[in-house]
């Protein structure tokens, strides 16, 4: 079989990266309002995804209260739209800042706990999140029920109305994103993520600062989440405590891994997983979960790797042995 | 007074929290995996006990406390089968796949486990049958009172607490157990079986997780499929707060929790327990990261 034209796009990767975002940007036109919002729903996770893997997948921190962040940046922008009427599109600095912040807050003192540690310190700060939002904290979350009527954002005089907008919207931010992980994979702090994943004390005894780095994984991937939860107010314009449930959480720590730590390309796998084909399933609904359960448990069994891999995981798992060694 | 009433329901319901912790800190101590779907088991039992009472009430015309301990052991059968398979088809193939595979098997086991509950169940709130959880209570002084039923609770969690650690530390299966914790590669090579040990675990654990299902929803009369996450997971912080795979650890845990929660929702504000629970336990993890009695692990190096 000839495969010369496989290995031209790999000489010359903008060929197939340009070839995507025009599949993107072209995706949503044929579609229905439903299919339009699937789509949205599907580039918004993949964004959370990504943010969650500069934790999970670069750093190989246990995070599994990302939710909660999430949750942060859509309470933020609501809030800040609510209470003081600041346009939507200003609130986004805001959200990412705030979101950010509590990340840097929370995880700082916790850093140091080991892996199962870390994974359970992160749930009960979830939780701690959502409590603290349905018991109304401060008298402005609006408790069980959440908050309602936050003002579409404008641009231009443009109201972002129709689903289309908005998932044009997030493929905006989704580019960013991806051209800013690339950039990170490459760069210095990158390198030292991977270096503290696979050898903490050997990173130390190298001269990277593990605390610093660890941290700013932490704080980088929180801040990215609260922005996507900024954009999903925007969509939604009702907001409520779930955003921080644990599920939420478990649907994104899945993203990450079922289709790859460590790799951008996993990410989207693991959201068209994970998010498009239950949507897709719509007549199973009552069935779902256990379908996604008996997903995750054969797509474990057969390729603990996930689908699509980073070069470096596949490599290290081939290594690895059996707990006890 | 109130102190004395409010430290009776704590201790009671740190017993439910140390029989479900007992489950997470055997399979992390032979595993090292944190169980999801162990909460989900719990759950199971309580349900499955729901099914075995409500037959039996209905042939016998009415709910009576005998009831109890037939439904219990035929629960803790099939809840000790349903642990052994789990483990057997989610868990075996993935010990040698690093940490994170087996954390998103066990996720997707309790999926599978709670969408089947609420299917065949429903979402709503379930209730057991009158009559089963004995009724009347003593006064011990003034005000304060201790019910049959805490009594009942108080009993059963102590022998089977005080069997396990027995069990664990007597005899030579448990010997064994606590060698497979410790390493699987010596263990093989001293002539353990360890699938064997760790398919045990996997009977004693959810086991005992499906005993505390039936007992808690005896105690509190009504549940619904919330029930295996929402107990599970406060079980799990009872677990680590001991130091996991600790079984005493696990059992003060337990009651620590216990107390702690029902002296923060009478004393400070029921709506504000469960946030209080978890921060204790971020608390005690940053100055204490291996729990309450759990051994220093040295860093390796």
């Given amino acids: ?325 | 007074m109130q102190l004395l009433q409010q430290i009776i329901n704590g201790v009671t319901i740190g017993s439910f929290y140390a029989l479900v912790a007992l489950g997470y800190t055997m399979v992390y101590g032979v595993l090292k995996l944190i169980n999801f779907a162990h909460g989900d088991l719990f759950m199971w039992g309580a349900y499955l006990g729901l099914t075995g009472v409500s037959l039996l009430a209905g042939l016998a015309g009415a709910g009576q406390p005998w009831m109890a301990v037939p439904v219990i052991t035929g629960v803790l059968a099939l809840i000790a089968l349903t642990g052994v398979l789990v483990e057997r088809v989610a868990y075996r193939p993935l010990r040698a796949a690093g940490r994170l595979a087996p954390i998103i098997s066990a996720l997707g086991v309790a999926f599978i486990l709670e969408s089947i509950a609420r299917n065949v169940y429903g979402a709503r709130w379930r209730t057991y049958p009158t009559g089963v959880a004995p009724a009347g209570g003593f006064v011990l002084a003034g005000s304060v009172r201790i019910s049959t039923m805490q009594i009942a609770v108080l009993v059963i969690s102590f022998l089977l607490m005080a069997g396990l650690y027995l069990f664990v530390q007597r005899t030579r299966v448990g010997t064994a157990m606590r060698a497979v914790s410790l390493d699987h590669t010596v263990s093989r090579l001293m002539g353990i079986d360890v699938d064997r040990i760790i398919a045990l675990v996997f009977v004693i654990g959810p086991g005992l997780g499906g005993i505390a299902g039936v007992v808690v929803a005896l105690y509190y009369g009504s549940f619904d499929f919330t029930l295996g996450w929402s107990f599970g997971l406060k079980a799990f912080i009872a677990a680590i707060l001991g130091g996991i795979g600790n079984i005493p650890g696990a059992m003060l845990g337990g009651m620590f929790l216990g107390l702690v929660e029902t002296l923060a929702s009478g004393y400070i504000s029921p709506q504000w327990k469960d946030v209080i629970a978890y921060v204790i336990l971020i608390i005690i993890l940053i100055f204490r990261p291996t729990g309450i009695l759990g051994e220093r692990v040295a860093a390796k190096v």
């Fill in chain 1, 1 to 325: 079989m000839n495969l010369s034209w496989l290995s031209r796009f790999r000489e010359r990767p903008w060929l197939w990266q340009s070839g995507l975002i025009l599949f993107a940007i072209l995706l949503p036109l044929p579609l229905g309002d439903y299919y339009r919002t699937v789509a949205w729903r599907t580039v918004l996770y993949i964004m959370l995804g990504l943010s969650l893997n500069l934790i999970v997948g670069y750093a190989g921190l246990f995070q599994l209260g990302h939710a909660a962040f999430y949750a942060l940046g859509a309470y933020t922008a609501a809030i800040l739209n609510l209470q003081l009427g600041i346009p939507l599109f200003w609130t986004f600095p805001a959200s990412i800042l705030v979101a950010a912040l509590f990340g840097f807050l929370i995880t700082r003192p916790i850093l140091h706990l080991r892996g199962d540690y870390l994974a359970i310190v992160t749930i009960a700060f979830g939780e701690v999140v959502r409590l603290a939002l349905v018991n109304n904290i401060f008298g402005i979350t609006g408790g069980a029920n959440g908050l309602s009527g936050i003002a579409r954002p404008r641009l231009l005089g443009l109201e972002f109305r129709q689903p289309i907008y908005h998932y044009y919207l997030v493929l905006f931010f989704l580019l960013i994103t991806i051209f800013a992980m690339r950039r990170l994979e490459n760069s210095r702090l990158g390198r030292a993520w991977l270096y503290v994943r696979e050898d903490e004390t050997a990173a130390e005894a190298m001269g990277i600062n593990t605390t610093q780095v660890k941290l700013l994984a932490f704080v980088l991937g929180s801040g990215w989440a609260g922005l996507a939860g900024a954009l999903y107010a925007a969509r939604i314009t009702v907001i409520s405590p779930d955003l921080a449930r644990f599920m939420e959480s478990v649907v994104m720590f899945c993203i990450v891994v079922l289709g790859g730590t460590g790799s951008i390309p996993g990410v989207f796998i693991g959201a068209l997983g994970m998010v498009t084909l239950p949507e897709l399933f719509r007549p199973l609904k009552d069935w779902r979960d256990a379908w996604l359960g008996v997903t995750m448990v054969v797509m474990m069994i057969a390729r603990p790797e996930g689908l699509w891999p980073s070069r470096r995981v596949q490599l290290e798992l081939q290594e690895s042995e059996a707990p006890h060694g």
